[in-house]
Structures are given as structure tokens and as C-alpha cells.
């Protein structure tokens, strides 16, 4: 199917990698580049050249790029307006979200959900993910975006999107020109850390352990608590970060961070919406609807 082809090609694109596409869409790497080349064939055209380790589109490709998008723009906007003849369009909706989720994804959700439904009153909440489960049990919310999965008996959990936090430089420091880095060697470079009690910094150290490297190993050569300040510490610097990539597709894109392979480590988590059990409005499906089948363009 041309369409699913269309996917492969747009995952690899805004991933910039065939191995992270692959992941990404349970498939396996020999099959993206199968996908990838069918449609190089259909058009008679490369869509990608590679650039050492990184791969970048061609004219081509990126005019295929221009209008994946607009197609999976339509399929979304067609099924949401759908199921939207349903649902109650006015009135308030009150939404919660921990904070990586909404800096970095909820946002621009938000302003096309709202695009929808002119009528409707939005309030959201940012805290982290134990206070927004709360939150929603408390009925001050209606509808939570959460990282991780805390199997909360009174809470439906749906996954909605995968966060990957990956090792982050600046796109100028000595080390992008490297091919991957060994587990052994994180000992050895400077690292901007988030503050004590961060999730992220959860999910890193976890990972970490096994591979038998401790958080206490590693360099800490400051710990901050706001994504944004070490974002602009890594590009006036030789220091690296962890990082969630959705935090970072903007500064990928033009090649102001990179980032970086290290060998055996993969540190992945899933976005979750949540709702108390047995909730069933109309307008909180819609929206459940809604952000799950937007996550193509995040």
C-alpha cells in the first residue's frame, strides 16, 4: 500500500535515520530501505544522499516531504470531523500534562484542536505526572498527557506517542564526528544534567544501571532545571545532555544540536493520555481521538 510506503518515507525523514524509522514502525531495517526504494523507483528519483553518518533529503525528497504532510493533514482533519458530528462542541475542557509533554508536544496539538472548536474553553495544567494523575482523580481535570505508565486501577491509560531521550551536543562539538560512543566512555565527557528529581533523569539513570554506569560516574558539570537553558548551554559548549527528542526536533532540523550513538543504549518511554475509568463524554473521546491520530506530525 503506497500510503503505508508514504509513512515509511516521512518517519525517516523527521527521524533522519533508517534504523530509528524501523523502530519506530516495528519493522525491520532492510524493509525501510525496501519501502524507501520502491518509491525512488515509482519517481525515478533519490530522495535521500548520505553525509558520513547522517542522511539528508534531496530536492526530491524534500517536495515529497512538503506533501506527505499535506496528505496526512487530510486523513486526520477527515476523521476527526467525522467523529466530531457526535460530539458536544462547546462549553469548557480542562487538560492536564507533565511538563516535558507540555513544553514540547501539547502545544501545537492544543492550536489545531482549538482551530476545531472555536467554542470551546480550554484551562491546562503543568506539573508532573503523580500531581496530574491526581489532578484527574480529583475531577479538577478531565483529561491528563502523562510520561510512563503508574497502572493506576481507577485510570484508563492509552498510549499516544513514544519519547526516545537520546545523547545531545552541540552540532560544532569534536565529538559528531564520530561514528558512536562506548557505554565505557560516557565516564569521560561533561554532562549538563537535570535537577534531582526530574523524570527524565529518572528513566537515564535506570537505563543506565544496566549497563552498569551509575549517575555518580558520570561528570556533572552543572545541573539545571529547565530544558530550554540546557539546550542553549550545548551550543556555546563541548558539554553533552540526555534529552527527550521531541525537546530537540527543532534545533535537529537546523543543525544547531546533534545527536549522538552510544552503543547498546536505548532509553525509550511511552506518552500516555489518561481518563477515569468508566468516563465516557463525547468531548473528552473526541479529544483523546484527536491527539492520538495528530501524533504523525510531532
Same mark, same amino acid.
Request: glycine share 6%.
Given at each position: ?35 524507501? &526504494? ?57 487538560? $492536564? ?72 551536543? $552541540? ?92 552503543? $547498546? ?9 489518561? &481518563? ?23
Amino acid at each position: 500500500m503506497f500510503d503505508f510506503r508514504l509513512k515509511v518515507f516521512y518517519t525517516v525523514a523527521k527521524r533522519g535515520s533508517f534504523t530509528k524509522a524501523a523502530k519506530e514502525l516495528l519493522i525491520s531495517q532492510p524493509a525501510v530501505t525496501k519501502h524507501i &526504494q520502491e518509491i525512488e523507483s515509482t519517481y525515478e528519483t533519490k530522495l535521500f544522499v548520505r553525509d558520513g553518518m547522517k542522511i539528508h533529503l534531496t530536492e526530491a525528497g524534500e517536495l515529497l516531504y512538503s506533501y506527505a504532510e499535506e496528505i496526512f493533514s487530510i486523513y486526520r482533519n477527515l476523521e476527526f470531523d467525522i467523529h466530531a458530528l457526535n460530539a458536544k462542541m462547546d462549553g469548557s475542557l480542562r487538560v $492536564g500534562a507533565s511538563t516535558t509533554i507540555s513544553q514540547y508536544v501539547l502545544p501545537p496539538l492544543l492550536a489545531e484542536f482549538k482551530k476545531k472548536v472555536s467554542n470551546l474553553h480550554l484551562d491546562v495544567v503543568s506539573d508532573n505526572t503523580n500531581t496530574i494523575e491526581n489532578l484527574l482523580l480529583n475531577k479538577t481535570i478531565d483529561v491528563g498527557l502523562v510520561e510512563g505508565y503508574s497502572k493506576n486501577p481507577q485510570i484508563k491509560y492509552t498510549d499516544f506517542i513514544k519519547d526516545e531521550i537520546v545523547l545531545v551536543c $552541540g552540532s560544532s562539538n569534536p565529538l559528531v564526528k564520530r561514528g558512536g560512543i562506548k557505554p565505557e566512555e560516557l565516564k569521560q565527557l561533561s554532562f549538563l544534567l537535570r535537577e534531582t528529581g526530574s523524570g527524565t533523569l529518572d528513566v537515564v539513570e535506570a537505563c543506565l544501571r544496566t549497563l552498569g554506569i551509575t549517575l555518580s560516574d558520570l561528570t556533572n558539570e552543572m545541573s539545571f532545571s529547565s530544558t530550554e537553558s540546557i539546550k542553549m548551554y550545548l551550543m556555546h559548549s563541548n558539554s553533552v545532555a540526555f534529552l527527550s527528542i521531541h525537546a530537540i526536533l527543532k534545533e535537529l532540523r537546523y543543525n544547531e544540536l546533534t545527536v549522538l550513538d552510544v552503543d $547498546g543504549l536505548d532509553i525509550s518511554r511511552t506518552f500516555s493520555l489518561i &481518563q477515569r475509568q468508566g468516563q465516557e463524554s463525547a468531548l473528552i473521546e473526541l479529544f483523546i481521538r484527536f491527539v492520538r491520530t495528530h501524533n504523525l506530525k510531532l
